[in-house]
């Protein structure tokens, strides 16, 4: 089943240019999504949030060591939740074991058969749901709150940051990120140009063609910001999802967590 699903996932990215208007996250879906999560949830604590008025899954883990006023919100990708077994999973569970809680969030979605460029009305939505989740880490005493995305949701968290100058989080970590020209909304280039915080790009040597081959205009997207904090790492043998290489994943985002924020000043 999971082979399918990513299977699923990689086609929307290859073929889905169908625009179709209108669309708007899939609550029904949402909630399916929610009751199955809650009931086999083993780490972490299922809260729920709201973004204007609709209610959504959160997860929430507390660190286990550390300051504990260090905090990431992870955004899934196309097709995903808030507690997918590839990436997400493993960064919500792990990070809190080296001082960081985590809150996973559900985006908005779409039904299965939906194209990628259908995707595009729903960056509009994630601005109330990430600043749904900052509030719900805020009032836990996180000072210091990174955004972690992963394809599709690098995309979002990218462009929310680029629109947002006064957005308060700490920085950005893209996973699996590619540039999509189907909407400059989704165009994660036209954002990093506005992202002035650190931000890593990180990406598997067998990652799907589309942020492969996009990389060095990310990169250069990055320079024209003039953000020095920028960086950009591809790890060898990793694919879209970094099946086998989840550890490898977890240290990499720890390591640069650890040496942007941990025992700063004022942090």
């Known amino acids: 089943m999971r082979k399918i699903s990513n299977l699923l996932y990689c086609l929307c990215f290859a073929f889905g240019y169908q625009v179709l208007p209108g669309y708007a996250s899939d609550l029904e879906k949402e909630k399916r999504w929610s009751e199955q999560i809650v009931d086999a949830l083993l780490v972490g604590e299922a809260v729920q949030l709201d973004a204007d008025g609709?209610?959504?899954?959160?997860?929430?883990?507390?660190?286990?060591?550390?300051?504990?006023?260090?905090a990431v919100i992870l955004l899934h990708g196309i097709g995903?939740?808030?507690?997918?077994p590839e990436i997400i999973n493993p960064l919500r569970s792990e990070l809190p074991e080296h001082g960081w809680s985590s809150l996973s969030?559900?985006?908005?979605?779409?039904?299965?058969?939906?194209a990628l460029a259908d995707y595009a009305p729903l960056f509009d939505e994630v601005g109330g749901r990430v600043e749904?989740?900052?509030?719900?880490?805020?009032?836990?005493?996180?000072?210091?709150?990174v955004l972690i995305g992963h394809s599709l949701g690098a995309s979002m968290g990218a462009t929310y940051l680029a629109a947002n100058s006064e957005h308060g989080l700490a920085g950005l970590v893209a996973i699996g990120m590619s540039v999509i020209e189907l909407d400059d909304r989704m165009n994660s280039a036209l954002a990093t140009e506005k992202i002035t915080v650190p931000m890593l790009d990180i990406y598997g040597s067998r990652d799907l063609d589309g942020v492969m081959n996009t990389a060095k205009a990310r990169a250069a997207?990055?320079?024209?910001?003039?953000?020095?904090?920028?960086?950009?790492?591809?790890?060898?043998?990793?694919?879209?999802?970094?099946?086998?290489?989840e550890d490898d994943l977890t240290r990499r985002v720890y390591g640069?967590?650890?040496?942007?924020?941990?025992?700063?000043p004022g942090e």
Request: proline share 2%; glycine share 8%; net charge negative.
């Open 105 to 114: 969030i559900q985006m908005p979605i779409l039904a299965n058969d939906a």
């Open 80 to 84: 995903a939740h808030p507690d997918w």
């Open 221 to 245: 997207a990055a320079r024209k910001s003039g953000n020095t904090d920028y960086r950009q790492t591809e790890v060898e043998g990793a694919d879209h999802f970094f099946v086998g290489v």
């Open 54 to 70: 609709t209610a959504f899954l959160g997860i929430y883990t507390e660190a286990s060591e550390g300051a504990g006023d260090r």
């Open 256 to 264: 640069w967590l650890k040496a942007h924020f941990d025992n700063k």
């Open 132 to 145: 749904a989740a900052k509030a719900f880490l805020r009032e836990r005493g996180n000072r210091t709150i």
